[in-house]
């Protein structure tokens, strides 16, 4: 998510409450301090949750999970599992982290234009995205996927017409488009490549034999040449 969405004094405050995956620990004499946000622990289940409150009002703007797990000499430690975050103080989650064993972000969770419904949905491996899941058209559902490789844009899927069947592709090279696919009368197969004209300027049928259109998200890309 953008910084400037939120303004440079919100993005500092959570900054300064969050830093990354630590487990921070409610300190009253940093509470004391003028400015500091208020911190609040509590157990909820398997789970002990640290709220702290950035802007002073009486709510809790920022939640950090902490589960216990065994360390490799089998001693208990805490982790953090997950955080969620209101970025607009308007009292609905916004943004939700998931980390795993090592600490490192797995998966992010955005509310982009604050309607309390989810927009888009990244995936990490190894602190890298390697998949964006967007719901473009708000209505609940997943309808373009976009895919990473080493932190590189490499392609783009849509399903343009709302029928739950990918119907539109983007190949990417070089941090450009190099083809476009099109599903255009929605049985399935790719019916018309486009190149860039970067890349070869054509537009034409697809060539006999084009491969279907797989279920999204996980689709292997067509041959590189129509």
């Known amino acids: ?114 309607d309390g419904k989810v927009d888009e949905t990244l995936f990490f491996e190894k602190g890298q995205v390697v998949r964006k899941e967007r719901d473009l058209n708000g209505d609940g559902k997943v309808d373009a996927w976009l895919f990473y490789e080493r932190g590189q844009l490499v392609r783009k899927e849509r399903d343009t017409k709302g029928t739950g069947r990918v119907d539109y592709w983007e190949f990417w090279e070089n941090g450009q488009i190099d083809r476009i696919g099109e599903d255009l009368d929605g049985d399935g197969n790719v019916d018309r490549w486009t190149r860039s004209p970067e890349s070869v300027t054509a537009a034409a049928p697809a060539a006999p034999g084009a491969p279907a259109a797989p279920t999204a998200p996980s689709t292997p890309a067509p041959p590189k040449t129509p």
């Not at 919100?10 to 301090?33: E, I, M, T, Y």
């Not at 946000?37 to 289940?45: A, T």
């Not at 902490?66 to 989650?93: C, I, Q, W």
Request: aromatic residues 8%.
């Open 1 to 114: 998510m953008s910084p400037r969405r939120h303004g440079p004094l919100v993005c500092a405050l959570l900054l300064a409450a969050c830093g990354g995956n630590k487990s921070v620990q409610p300190d009253g004499r940093a509470q004391a301090q003028a400015g500091a946000p208020d911190i609040h622990l509590e157990k909820r289940g398997d789970e002990k949750v640290i709220q702290y409150d950035l802007n002073r009002d009486g709510k809790p703007d920022v939640w950090d999970y902490f589960v216990t797990v065994k360390d490799a000499d089998g001693k208990p430690v805490e982790r953090l599992s997950r955080k969620e975050m209101d970025l607009n103080f308007d009292g609905r989650v916004d943004a939700v982290y998931w980390y795993d064993d090592k600490g490192e972000k797995v998966r992010e969770q955005l509310d982009l234009d604050f």
